[in-house]
């Protein structure tokens, strides 16, 4: 029968700091890695407003935690409509996309609207209102 080896770094498992030499070496909090996003709402985001305010509201500066919108088409919300004869649709935290035609004269309140799909949707004597 075959002897399986061992893999090399369990044998320092029990040790201090394996992998990092000396004890003196890889103190700090460096040496953890990432922890996410940790400070960045506190010490981190109090830097960045006092030492590089000019990154905050410019272009390529994103918001943390920013929510993102989900999105729905013209489509599938025709299918819905054809489903249950609906004609009101409410949709928060969507986004309606232009793909496919809307039912004549339907009423869509959703949180943003692509500038094709209002377009259609007015076309088809129908109402777009932003929540």
Request: net charge positive; hydrophobic share 35%.
């Amino acid at each position: 029968m075959v002897v399986r080896k061992e893999k090399r770094n369990r044998k320092y498992f029990g040790t201090r700091r394996w992998g990092a030499g000396n004890i003196k070496n890889a103190r700090g909090a460096g040496d953890r890695g990432g922890v996410g996003n940790a400070g960045v709402r506190k010490h981190k985001f109090t830097r960045m407003t006092a030492k590089h305010p000019e990154l905050l509201r410019k272009k390529g500066f994103t918001i943390w935690r920013s929510k993102k919108l989900k999105y729905i088409t013209l489509e599938q919300i025709g299918r819905i409509s054809a489903a249950e004869g609906k004609t009101e649709f409410e949709f928060r935290n969507y986004k309606v996309l232009s793909n496919g035609s809307p039912a004549s004269g339907i009423k869509i309140k959703a949180t943003a609207f692509t500038k094709k799909a209002e377009e259609k949707i007015k076309a088809s004597h129908g109402e777009a209102i932003r929540i």
